[in-house]
């Protein structure tokens, strides 16, 4: 008879080890509550590799100079859920909102950033929604898709899901952007070809520059304490253009993280352009 070895508890000491050292790479704080989600996801590793305890397993972790180990680490830890047109009231506001207000100054281009894209569904739904708007088919899109988990990114690049991972997306589009394979529904080149992924941290200063239209970073800030979350909402802004729309979770909220964010809709914040006067800044074709 084969034995099945047992995931092992982990104690307070190893979870603080554990904590602190996902912390300082990744910014996410594992409080106590987060205890049974890190037996469940580090645990799987330590059954596979035969280590005794989480314990072992930090020091193995600090002990490679490679930082695969880190790596593999941080991907298990961060990995969280995600779906295809998620709280869809956010891609109805950049159709109904950002694109024709883009239009009215003449605009034939649009800039967005996925910035916590996990498997890739987040990215793809805004590639969609953009291709579904026949009045900029001849616009310049560019959607960049990043997140810290490489293993999510490996998954988002293949483009390859399981059939019931689109359930809740209409038909039609499913038909017109997936192509159904043996395997499950792989994200058609139309759609691919808009999206560019990559690795990237939130704690990082962004390469870019008032760049993007709008940044989509959702259900992300909800893992971060409040000093990491500021950060991580200064180096968002910086990556904004004046004017631009950065798109949170809806169960998230920024009370005060910035001076140059004014609340449009619950979960959207509009940044602050030389245009805005009197305290006004409204939703670009309203004003």
């Not at 929604?129 to 810290?148: F, G, H, M, N, R």
Request: net charge positive; glycine share 8%.
């Amino acid at each position: 008879m084969t034995l099945v070895r047992q995931i092992p508890r982990i104690t307070d000491r190893e979870l603080k080890l554990i904590s602190d050292l996902v912390y300082r790479h990744a910014g996410i704080r594992l409080g106590p509550e987060k205890r049974h989600l890190v037996e469940l996801r580090l645990g799987k590793i330590l059954r596979a590799e035969g280590i005794g305890s989480y314990e072992e397993y930090y020091r193995k972790v600090l002990l490679d100079k490679s930082g695969k180990e880190l790596k593999r680490l941080l991907n298990a830890i961060t990995t969280n859920f995600t779906q295809f047109f998620r709280e869809p009231q956010h891609f109805d506001f950049l159709k109904q909102h950002v694109i024709p207000g883009l239009k009215s100054k003449g605009r034939r281009d649009i800039h967005i950033w996925s910035a916590a894209c996990a498997t890739g569904e987040e990215p793809y739904s805004i590639a969609i929604t953009l291709l579904e708007v026949p009045q900029i088919a001849d616009w310049s899109k560019e959607i960049i898709a990043s997140d810290i988990s490489t293993h999510a990114l490996s998954v988002a690049k293949e483009g390859l899901y399981p059939e019931e991972a689109l359930k809740g997306v209409k038909s039609f589009l499913v038909k017109k952007y997936f192509a159904k394979e043996p395997e499950g529904l792989r994200v058609k080149d139309q759609v691919k070809g808009i999206v560019k992924f990559l690795v990237f941290n939130l704690l990082s200063v962004p390469p870019w520059r008032e760049y993007f239209d709008v940044i989509f970073c959702r259900n992300a800030m909800i893992y971060f304490d409040k000093e990491t979350r500021q950060k991580v909402v200064d180096n968002l802004i910086g990556a904004l253009k004046p004017g631009g729309f950065l798109i949170i979770g809806l169960v998230e909220s920024l009370f005060r993280a910035n001076k140059d964010l004014r609340l449009v809709k619950p979960s959207i914040y509009r940044k602050s352009d030389a245009s805005d006067s009197g305290g006004h800044r409204g939703i670009p074709g309203n004003r």
